[in-house]
């Protein structure tokens, strides 16, 4: 896979976590801001997914197989997201708690990814 995509994904990830994990300290739930920040980081890993697709269908494989990784790119395309709407419906603090613990689930899936792809 691309190292720099990964690392740009994992970056934007924790900003966010950081982002979000501010708010939820002084008691605020999401703001239009954090939406914002979520698309980026979503557009991120939307592009990750793009990249990783045509990475494998020019031929190169994924050290643990191809099913695999691309279960956790849609994994990582699908984490913050899926917290986000999860927030809209928690307006509290907690739903800032939520898309912090996401932006930190999404780096952890990030490693995982280069584990997957990187021959051991």
Same mark, same amino acid.
């Given at each position: @896979? +691309?190292? =720099?995509?990964?690392? $740009?994904?994992? #970056?934007? =990830?924790?900003?966010?976590?950081? &982002?979000?994990?501010? =708010?939820?300290?002084?008691?605020?739930?999401?703001?239009? &801001?954090?939406?914002? /920040? @979520? $698309? %980026?980081?979503?557009?991120? !890993?939307?592009?990750?997914?793009? %990249? /990783?697709? #045509?990475?494998?269908?020019? /031929?190169?494989? $994924?050290?643990?197989?191809?099913?695999?990784? %691309? !279960?956790? +790119? +849609?994994?990582?395309?699908?984490? #913050?997201? =899926?917290?986000?709407? @999860?927030?809209?419906?928690?307006?509290?603090? &907690?739903?800032? $708690?939520?898309?912090?613990?996401? /932006?930190? %689930? +999404? !780096?952890?899936?990030?490693?995982?990814?280069?584990?997957?792809?990187? #021959?051991?």
């Amino acid at each position: @896979m +691309l190292d =720099a995509l990964t690392v $740009a994904v994992s #970056v934007a =990830a924790l900003a966010l976590a950081a &982002w979000c994990g501010f =708010a939820f300290s002084r008691d605020q739930p999401t703001k239009d &801001w954090h939406f914002i /920040g @979520m $698309a %980026v980081v979503t557009f991120l !890993a939307l592009v990750q997914l793009v %990249v /990783g697709i #045509v990475r494998l269908s020019s /031929g190169e494989k $994924a050290e643990e197989g191809a099913t695999i990784f %691309v !279960a956790y +790119l +849609l994994g990582s395309l699908c984490a #913050v997201p =899926a917290a986000g709407f @999860m927030s809209l419906t928690e307006r509290s603090r &907690w739903g800032s $708690a939520t898309v912090a613990a996401s /932006g930190v %689930v +999404l !780096a952890v899936l990030e490693v995982r990814l280069f584990d997957i792809w990187t #021959v051991g």
